[in-house]
């Protein structure tokens, strides 16, 4: 009897010396699909440092609820990466980023993971959702630089024309001048996407998710 007494002993001796593991809550909790997580993001993203694998952060601006209960605090943290970047070419090539949530950390350290897809963008001028994996597409290049250029050129063809052979020369210069302005804008790269801190996405689950609930043991006790 006394050595059984001995031997539990031992064991809770031994299991209090070991570090506590983290505790797995055995609630979970189901989001629907098409449920809305509104976020912000904390650090710039641009298609020309970005790369795909890199990692990008958002603060949640609108708490979640299930079953009446508040499961995702507001200023709770989305984690996520850049999992697509298409740099921006010169013809059709048109600069395109992708955006994947993996998981949210909530402000007690509670983390849940996702799925979902970006449905809008506020606050990123020129840069638009075009699929629904959430894809961000650039505009491309800028329609009052290409007229510009088309101006410029035609113009200073017309002037050098002007100079060379008179009225006559002046309407070859031009269309000399608008050629010239056509092959610089074939050549020119279009534009970067530029997502700038602080701006509002809203990412939407594209399926039901069922969470379960992991967070860190109590070290106080």
């Known amino acids: ?6 031997t539990v002993a031992l064991c809770w001796a031994v299991a209090a010396a070991l570090p506590a593991p983290l505790s797995w809550a055995a609630d979970t ?25 890199d990692r ?5 601006t609108e708490p979640i609820f ?24 010169r013809a059709q090539g048109i600069a395109e980023m992708r955006l994947t949530p993996e998981k949210i950390v909530a ?3 509670t983390q849940y993971l996702i799925s979902a897809g970006l449905e809008n963008a506020e606050g990123a001028p020129d840069v638009q959702v075009k699929d629904e994996e959430g894809t961000l597409k650039g505009k491309g290049k800028s329609k009052k630089t290409t007229a510009e250029e088309a101006g410029i050129g035609a113009g200073a063809g017309a002037g050098v024309g002007a100079i ?4 006559t020369g002046a309407l070859y210069g031009a269309a000399i001048g608008a050629g010239a302005a056509a092959l610089h ?3 020119k790269r279009h534009q970067d996407i530029v997502v700038p801190v602080g701006t509002e996405l809203t990412f939407i689950l594209n399926r039901a998710a069922t969470a379960k609930k992991v967070a860190p043991a109590d070290s106080s006790k």
């Open 66 to 89: 299930s079953g009446g209960e508040e499961v995702v605090p507001a200023g709770s943290t989305m984690e996520g990466r850049v999992s697509f970047v298409k740099k921006p070419g």
């Open 29 to 53: 909790f189901t989001l629907p699909a098409r449920t809305a997580l509104h976020v912000r993001l904390t650090a710039q993203l641009s298609s020309r440092t970005t790369e795909a694998g």
């Open 1 to 6: 009897m006394k050595r059984a007494i001995s």
């Open 185 to 187: 804008r074939l050549f």
């Open 56 to 60: 990008f952060t958002a603060d949640v």
């Open 107 to 109: 402000t007690n350290g």
């Open 164 to 167: 060379a052979d008179g009225g």
